[in-house]
Each structure stands twice: as structure tokens, then as C-alpha cells.
């Protein structure tokens, strides 16, 4: 594939000939460590979206945080193993010990933000979402403590979901609104002035990990090998809707077969959210690393230099932070 280089504006590309902005960043020291943050809705969202990479590029050194937003406080418990009355009496005491869990597996720095659950809304018409739950907090507010994140930690690369939060939950909605909205304002001297020293992270991009490409060669793999794929509904399901819903553009691979044992491990610390038998471990590690050993991405904010497609969240950033 011819490589793309694209520059960053306001608007997320324009192409390489129009005239490039410079960056309000501070500048970089020599030797500095490569920072990575991803936001994510709930506890457990961590470790089924992005969690090989993040263990990947936390054994190599770069420091990653794991921002959540909420505290997964009305999440079903989708492990009938772990549907008793004490775990559901516990259950938010529980998430973050489970939490807890899953950060040491992956070896990554976690921090919740304290926004409460909003639960999903199931039924027709769904019914209202409960009062003072994150969805409903007016983003302007809720961006105030990821900015404040931000200025803390100093990521160099963000990641969140897209602008359909990757599944239609109110809060994953409400965390794309919210991390685009901080990575904007977080170097904005006049945008919440209270809240810690300006810091421009130079990457931004959305998870892209449930898409038809993946699915379907995990499908085929299986069926070379004799399995008996559990993706074949899903991917009739997937081509009916293809016309009416276009994928997000896949941008930025990286290989990270080496941690999907890794990745599940953290899953299963999940225990309330998690069922062992289920849709995640529905196919063999090493049908996974044959047919599709990479994490995808798809590059929404860069104001660094780069050529896609990427194999690396910090192409253009390495360049830039540690020469
Ligand atoms: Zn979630």
C-alpha cells in the first residue's frame, strides 16, 4: 500500500502540501518516557479493548495509564458463576478489586475518575437514564478531571472510542465526547486555567477492535482448521448492515500476538463481567495469532508527521520525544 503522510489542523488531516501548524506543546526533554493513556467508560473495557498493546508497549518501557471514567457500578454480572447475593451487594467493591487485578496483569498505572455508571438502558422505549449518572453529566463538566489527568500525567498518545463509543452504550458515547474534548482543551491556557500545567498529547486515535476484517479471519482460520467457528451469524449480520454503516478506518495495526495470553488473564480478572465460557474465548490463542496476531487503531488527531498506514501508536512521536 502506498504510505499517506498527513499533517494535523483543526480539522483532523489536510493533506502534506498545505502549510503545517506548530504544535502548542512543550517541548520534549532529551531521554523522556513515552507515555501512552487510554479512557476508557468501565473497569473491565481496559482488557477487551487495546490490553495486548498496552502490556506490549508497558513491558517496553513506556509508561501507560488507564483512566475510567466510572466505577461499573450498574454492570450486569455476566458470570453465573459469580451471581450470588454477596458479590451483588459488593458489586462496586468488587469492580475495583477486580480492577486492581487486571492493572498488575497488564502492568499498567490505573486511575478511575469517580463518575458513576449510567447503566444500559434496555427496553422500547429505553427507559430514562437514572439521575447523576456519567451520560447525563454536561460534558463541559466532565471533561474538567481527564484535562486535569492529562496535565498530570502527560500522555504523548491518547486513546478512546470512536463517535459510536464502539458499542451503543451511553457512557462509551459520552467518552468519546469527553476524551476528544480534553485532548482538545488540555493545552488551552484559557480552557480550565485551574486545573494543572498545559500539556498537548500528539496522538489521538479510536479503538477499532470488533470489525468485520478481523472477525471474518478468524472465521475462515477456523474453519481451515476444522473448528466450529462461532462467527458465522455475526458476519452474515455484519454484510446485511455493511450498507448502511461504514466501518472505521483502520489506520494503525500493531503486533501484539506475543500478549494476547496476557490480555486474557486480565480479562478473567474481571470475574463479575466476564464468563470463562464465552463469546471472548471463543477462539484458540493460536488461531488468533495465525489469522490476526495485531490490536487496530484508527488515527483521528495527530500533530505529528506520520505515514499510514502505521504499525506503531508512536510513529512520529519517537521521533519527536526521544532524540
Ligand atoms: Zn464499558
Known amino acids: 500500500m502506498v504510505g499517506r503522510a498527513y499533517f494535523r489542523t483543526k480539522e483532523p488531516y489536510v493533506s502534506a502540501d498545505t502549510e503545517t501548524t506548530t504544535p502548542p506543546c512543550r517541548a520534549a526533554g532529551e531521554d523522556e518516557t513515552l507515555r501512552l493513556m487510554a479512557v476508557h467508560a468501565h473497569p473491565d473495557d481496559e482488557s477487551s479493548k487495546g490490553a495486548a498493546s498496552m502490556a506490549r508497549y508497558a513491558r517496553s ?3 501507560v495509564l488507564v483512566v475510567t471514567l466510572t466505577g461499573g457500578e450498574r454492570g450486569d454480572i455476566l458470570n ?24 498488575d496483569i497488564l502492568g499498567v ?39 486535569r489527568a492529562i496535565r498530570s500525567f502527560r500522555p504523548h498518545v491518547m486513546l478512546t472510542y470512536d463517535e ?24 488551552d491556557p484559557d480552557r480550565y486555567p485551574d486545573s494543572g500545567e498545559l500539556w498537548q498529547p500528539l496522538k489521538l486515535y479510536y479503538f477499532a477492535t470488533f470489525h468485520q476484517a478481523r472477525f471474518t479471519a478468524l472465521h475462515e482460520e477456523m474453519v481451515r482448521r476444522g473448528l466450529d467457528s462461532p462467527y ?8 446485511k448492515r455493511a450498507a448502511d454503516r461504514a466501518e472505521l478506518e483502520i489506520t494503525t495495526r500493531v503486533s501484539c500476538g506475543d500478549y494476547f495470553e496476557t490480555r486474557d488473564k486480565a480479562l478473567l480478572a474481571h470475574a463479575t463481567q466476564i464468563d470463562p465460557d464465552g463469546f471472548w474465548f471463543a477462539c484458540p490463542r493460536e488461531v ?16 505529528v508527521d506520520t505515514e499510514l498506514p502505521e504499525d506503531d501508536l508512536f510513529a512520529g512521536v519517537r521521533e519527536k520525544v526521544c532524540l
Open 61 to 63: 518501557g513506556v509508561e
Open 80 to 103: 453465573q458463576a459469580m451471581d450470588r447475593p454477596e458479590v451483588r451487594a459488593n458489586l462496586p467493591r468488587i469492580r475495583m478489586e477486580e480492577m486492581a487485578r487486571a492493572r
Open 109 to 147: 498505572q490505573q486511575q478511575f475518575l469517580g463518575f458513576t455508571d449510567s447503566g444500559l438502558p434496555e427496553g422500547d422505549p429505553p427507559p430514562p437514564l437514572p439521575e447523576g449518572c456519567f451520560a447525563l453529566v454536561p460534558v463541559e463538566q466532565a471533561v474538567e478531571p481527564l484535562v
Open 164 to 187: 459510536n463509543g464502539g458499542y451503543p452504550h451511553p457512557d462509551h458515547i459520552q467518552c468519546h465526547r469527553v476524551s476528544v474534548a480534553a485532548f482538545e482543551a488540555a493545552a
Open 232 to 239: 458465522a451469524q455475526m458476519i452474515a449480520d455484519w454484510e
Open 288 to 303: 488468533q495469532r495465525a489469522a490476526w496476531p495485531t490490536e487496530d487503531y484508527h488515527l483521528a488527531r495527530s500533530l
